[in-house]
Every structure is written in structure tokens, then in C-alpha cells.
């Protein structure tokens, strides 16, 4: 099952524009990532904010954490086309015996130069 | 440092046929992971080794699905026989002791017709 579901399922943008991606989830965490994926590749791992954290920068990249609403954001500031890819929001649980990344659906980021 | 190795990039079969992935995870790390990924949706867990041990299974299919990691270093994930279903990316990743950054290979993009 989808622990994180992200919102917007997709967003297009002009270059030099902020693109906001949220993501919700269920249950208490360790931890939740950010990763992207270009098409056809692999995931690239972005940023970690743990639990105890609010907020956390990484370059032109903000990521928010709000534990009592379940949720969380990435910002990527002054956008550019090469940021454009798939962006999958993980969280860090304890699913069963043992802890797990659980993965959303993503949110689709198109950045038009 | 060279990356997580993933073999073949691409496998087309037919339904009811045997495949097998490889993976070569990053010198050093643990932790490798194999996750499906169908298209237009996150990652979902298949197995998680730590060293040559599973730590967890419980989303692998084990009537067709089997996984291996001799020596604790490379690992082959194994599907007999393959369903339409199947068709997927299947993407390893590794990462060092703890659930942390994961470090994803390209994936194996099969096709089951």
C-alpha cells in the first residue's frame, strides 16, 4: 500500500517560477525523504527531514514537515527545465516486522523554458 | 564511487516465461532493496536484505517471485513464470547500515506479453 500520497499528481511551470509539491501520509514516521526521478532512470535521493525537524534547506530546495497534520512539502525555488522529472515523497516506518520505505505516486513536474 | 548495477537495462518475454534481474550494489553498503515500479506509480518494496540475510519479504509474490544475495554483495531477483502483470520497472537500491539515504541503480524495464 501508499503510505505518501503527493499533490499534485502533475504541475507545469514557467522557468525561474517556485514549484510546490505536498505529500500526505498515515501513519508515525522515522523520517520521510524526497527523491527524483527522471524518465527512465533510477531515483535520486534529494533531502531527509526526521520527525523532530520543521523545516530543512538544500540549495533552491525547502522541505516542510508537519507531524500533527500528517503532511509535508517540497519547494523548488527559481525552477529550471533540467528540474523537470518525477518527484516521490518516502517515509521512514515500521510496516509489520520491520522498518520500510514506502513510496507515494509522485507528482510529474514539467518546467518550460 | 561507482553506482548500484543493474543488468539487463531492458527484457521483453513472453507470459509464463522465467527472468532474472542482477543487481551489484555500492562497495560497502548492506542494505540493497528490490522494489516494482509500474508505470505511473511509486516504488513498492519487494525484499529487503541486510548483508546476505532478508530482513523483510512480506510484499514479495512468493509463488513466482524469489530473491537471493550470495556473500552479502550482488543479488539476483527471479520471477517463474512471469504474468502480464509483471510489466514493470524493477529497480534495486543499497544503502549502508540503517534505513537512510537509499541509492537507486537504473532499473530493469520489463515487458511480459
Known amino acids: 500500500s501508499q503510505q505518501g500520497e503527493e499533490d499534485p499528481q502533475a504541475l507545469s511551470i514557467q522557468e525561474g517560477e517556485n514549484a510546490t509539491m505536498n505529500c500526505s501520509y498515515k501513519t508515525s514516521i522515522n523520517n520521510l525523504q524526497w527523491y527524483r526521478q527522471n524518465s527512465g532512470r533510477g531515483l535520486v535521493h534529494l533531502i531527509l527531514i526526521r520527525s523532530n525537524e520543521r523545516e530543512k534547506h538544500s540549495g533552491r530546495l525547502r522541505v516542510t514537515l508537519d507531524t500533527s497534520k500528517k503532511s509535508s512539502s517540497l519547494l523548488i525555488t527559481a525552477s529550471r527545465a533540467a528540474d523537470t522529472a518525477s518527484y516521490f515523497c518516502?517515509?521512514?516506518?515500521?510496516?509489520?516486522?520491520?522498518?520500510?520505505?514506502?513510496f507515494g505516486s509522485g507528482t510529474q513536474l514539467t518546467v518550460l523554458p | 564511487e561507482a553506482g548500484v548495477a543493474q543488468s539487463p537495462r531492458y527484457k521483453i518475454i513472453e507470459k509464463r516465461q522465467s527472468v532474472a534481474f542482477w543487481c551489484n550494489p555500492i562497495?560497502?553498503?548492506?542494505?540493497l532493496y528490490w522494489y516494482q515500479q509500474i508505470l505511473g506509480q511509486g516504488p513498492k518494496l519487494l525484499i529487503q536484505?541486510?548483508?546476505?540475510?532478508?530482513?523483510?519479504d512480506s510484499q514479495l509474490p512468493k509463488d513466482r517471485f524469489s530473491a537471493e544475495r550470495l556473500k552479502g554483495v550482488d543479488s539476483t531477483l527471479k520471477i517463474q513464470p512471469a504474468k502480464l502483470e509483471d510489466s514493470a520497472v524493477y529497480l534495486c537500491a543499497s544503502g549502508l547500515m540503517g534505513l537512510e539515504t537509499q541509492y537507486f541503480g537504473p532499473g530493469t524495464r520489463l515487458l511480459v506479453l
Open positions: 536484505f541486510q548483508n546476505n540475510g532478508v530482513v523483510d
Open positions: 562497495s560497502g553498503h548492506a542494505t
Open positions: 518516502a517515509t521512514d516506518a515500521v510496516a509489520g516486522s520491520a522498518r520500510q520505505l514506502t
